[in-house]
């Protein structure tokens, strides 16, 4: 059946390294939203997408992160340079918008450690 | 912003139990899903209920827009059903739902 897919499942970096996180959404799907989950602030949207444009990342650190759809098939978050708060699960979730009504599907998560 | 509360935050059952875990928002939306977080941390979709009443297998949910809140229930429960439970409330930008998530139930299920 239909899923997200996310890559990678797990990345340990340092500090001050590029992280590159992947998606592919459901095909057909027109909505891409990314989200990260911590302990402390549960799972706060970063940024989100309508037929790959760009509609509203004012949840992201803007000096560090960006989040891009160079295709259809391929969203990517980008942390650069991370730093070790930037730990946490980053989920992408993909939807349909249909009559108003839209449903998220999330993909597994990156679980992402910054020593 | 708009606030999302879930209650209660934790809740410990026998297999077989019933429960009711509840949502409140504090502003009107347009969008209310359910999601159940997995101990493997998979989050998948359990209703889209922006208002009324929906059933699927042992779980249902309904939620009183009019009233800012929704409630979830599960009956008969199995260990499989433990995990974090999510409301989260959503409002129209542009075309797509900018989703709002509540701090989750941790629902544990003994057998």
């Known amino acids: 059946d239909a899923r997200v897919t996310q890559t990678p499942r797990h990345k340990v970096t340092e500090m001050g390294q590029e992280v590159t996180m992947r998606c592919q959404p459901i095909?057909?799907?027109?909505?891409v939203f990314w989200y990260r989950q911590t302990m402390m602030q549960g799972l706060e949207l970063l940024a989100y997408f309508r037929n790959r444009a760009p509609l509203d990342d004012s949840g992201m650190p803007k000096d560090r992160f960006s989040a891009e759809m160079p295709d259809a098939t391929l969203a990517t978050l980008k942390i650069q340079p991370s730093e070790p708060r930037d730990s946490a699960v980053y989920f992408c979730a993909s939807g349909l918008v249909q009559w108003y009504q839209e449903t998220q599907y999330f993909g597994p998560g990156t679980r992402l450690l910054v020593l | 912003g708009i606030q999302v509360e879930q209650s209660p935050p934790d809740l410990i059952l026998q297999e077989g139990a019933n429960s009711t875990l509840r949502c409140n928002f504090s502003d009107s939306v347009n969008n209310l899903q359910w999601f159940h977080q997995n101990p493997w941390g998979q989050l998948i979709n359990l209703f889209y209920?922006?208002?009324g009443t929906k059933q699927n297998g042992r779980l249902s949910a309904t939620t009183v827009a009019t009233e800012r809140y929704s409630l979830l229930y599960i009956s008969s429960s199995q260990t499989t059903d433990s995990g974090v439970y999510f409301c989260a409330v959503g409002f129209q930008i542009q075309g797509a739902q900018k989703l709002v998530f509540g701090q989750g139930t941790r629902l544990t299920i003994n057998p």
């Open positions: 209920i922006p208002s």
């Open positions: 095909l057909g799907h027109n909505t």
